[in-house]
């Protein structure tokens, strides 16, 4: 019988664990920006909603802090492809960095998932790791292809849009963690 389990320090997850884990990631990173997009339709805001909460980040971290960094990575490059198919979002001139941003997002988590640190901080690095790659890729993108309408302006103004997003990861993920390591105690 062959081994299918991949030993990752607080628990061996099975590979079908860690790909139903993956498409419980992907199909919430492509349905909770739809629910923020009706909400700013709805009030008038348009995607502006989407943009201060980042739903499509939370879902993906999350993911890879629980099953690793290859469940992590998978999630963050093939959601926002699956979103741009089924809803047209994000653009198609934004897609590419956001399958870029989301996958280090997931990679970085799961790489952090043993590491024995605050899961703020987790998230912390899991952010900043993504959004400097994003910055780095539209950097290339603008200044070396030459062939983006992207202005590298964005990276600066998606981190203050965002912030809202980012306090709202930084708050739900850590008790999403504590609940799902501490569930089975209580």
């Given at each position: ?88 979002m ?40 993504g ?20 202005n ?32 089975n105690?209580?």
């Amino acid at each position: 019988m062959i081994n299918t389990s991949i030993s990752l320090g607080k628990a061996r997850l099975s590979v079908k664990t860690q790909t139903l884990a993956a498409l419980a990631a992907i199909v919430a990173a492509v349905a909770l920006p739809q629910v923020f997009h009706v909400m700013g339709a709805a009030s008038g805001l348009g995607t502006a909603l989407g943009e201060a909460f980042l739903p499509m980040h939370l879902p993906i971290i999350l993911v890879g802090l629980l099953a690793g960094a290859y469940a992590g990575a998978a999630a963050g490059l093939v959601s926002p492809l699956i979103s741009f198919a089924l809803t047209g979002m994000p653009s198609a001139a934004m897609l590419p960095f956001m399958m870029v941003e989301l996958c280090i997002y997931g990679l970085i988590a799961g790489l952090l998932r043993n590491v024995k640190m605050n899961t703020l901080l987790k998230v912390l690095i899991s952010q900043l790791a993504g959004r400097f790659v994003r910055a780095a890729v539209i950097i290339f993108a603008v200044y070396v292809l030459k062939n983006t309408p992207i202005n590298p302006a964005m990276i600066f103004t998606s981190v203050y849009k965002g912030i809202f997003g980012l306090a709202l990861q930084w708050a739900l993920i850590p008790l999403i963690i504590y609940r799902v390591e501490n569930g089975n105690e209580n």
